[in-house]
T-cell receptor
C-alpha cells in the first residue's frame, strides 16, 4: 500500500538552531515528491518539487533533498516566521492510470526567539 | 488572481442534513481534487477528477459524491451528514502529471 510517513510529528527549535524534517515513502511508480507549508487556518502553500533521487532544491533558509526512499527538508538558521506545519506529498500512479497525491501527516515546527 | 476559491468557509450542519461544497479554479487546470484534513492524519483524498467529465474515488469516498460541472468547477456533496464528517475540506487543482497542486483556503465543516 502506498504510504508517506513524516517525522518528527512536532519540532521545537530556538531561533538560529538548524535541523531537518524527514519524509519517508513507499509508493509504486513515484512521479514526484512535493513539500508544502501550511499556516493555521490556511490551505497548503507549495514549496518544492523533487523528481529523482539526488535532486536538491533551495529557497531562502530551506533546502529539500531526495533519495530513493526518503526526502529531507533542511532548515538552516530558522526564524520565528518559519513556524508552520510542513507537509510532504508524493504523486504516484493510481489504479486506472491516473495520478494521485498522497500526503503525510505533517511536522509542526515551532521556532522560538 | 483568485487561484482556487472555495465556498463556504464555515458551515455547521445537523446530522442528516445535506449540503454542497463549491470549488472553482481560474488556472485552466485539468486535474482537481477534494481532500479532508483531520488532526494527526494529514490530508486524505476523497475524490479526484483528471478532466472535465471524469471522476474517481480516493482513499475516503464513503458518504460523499462529486460533480465536475465544467473545467473550472468541482463540487463535493454530502447527502446525509454524519458527525464523522466534521473536518476541514480542501479543494485543489493542478496541471496533468507530476505538477504542484494549488489549494483553496478550506471549508471548516462541523456536523452536530
Amino acid at each position: 500500500e502506498d504510504q508517506v510517513t513524516q517525522s518528527p510529528e512536532a519540532l521545537r527549535l530556538q531561533e538560529g538552531e538548524s535541523s531537518s524534517l524527514n519524509c519517508s515513502y513507499t509508493v509504486s511508480g513515484l512521479r514526484g515528491l512535493f513539500w508544502y507549508r501550511q499556516d493555521p487556518g490556511k490551505g497548503p502553500e507549495f514549496l518544492f518539487t523533487l523528481y529523482s533521487a539526488g535532486e536538491e532544491k533551495e529557497k531562502e533558509r530551506l533546502k529539500a533533498t531526495l533519495t530513493k526512499k526518503e526526502s529531507f527538508l533542511h532548515i538552516t538558521a530558522p526564524k520565528p516566521e518559519d513556524s508552520a506545519t510542513y507537509l510532504c506529498a508524493v504523486q504516484a500512479r493510481f489504479s486506472g492510470g491516473y495520478n494521485k497525491l498522497i500526503f503525510g501527516a505533517g511536522t509542526r515546527l515551532a521556532v522560538h526567539p | 488572481n483568485a487561484g482556487v476559491t472555495q465556498t463556504p468557509k464555515f458551515q455547521v450542519l445537523k446530522t442528516g442534513q445535506s449540503m454542497t461544497l463549491q470549488c472553482a479554479q481560474d488556472m485552466n487546470h485539468n486535474s482537481m481534487y477534494w481532500y479532508r484534513q483531520d488532526p494527526g492524519m494529514g490530508l486524505r483524498l476523497i475524490y479526484y477528477s483528471a478532466s472535465e467529465g471524469t471522476t474517481d474515488k480516493g482513499e475516503v469516498p464513503n458518504g460523499y459524491n462529486v460533480s465536475r460541472l465544467n473545467k473550472r468547477e468541482f463540487s463535493l456533496r454530502l447527502e446525509s451528514a454524519a458527525p464523522s464528517q466534521t473536518s476541514v475540506y480542501f479543494c485543489a487543482s493542478s496541471e496533468q502529471g507530476p505538477k504542484q497542486a494549488f489549494f483553496g483556503q478550506g471549508t471548516r465543516l462541523t456536523v452536530v
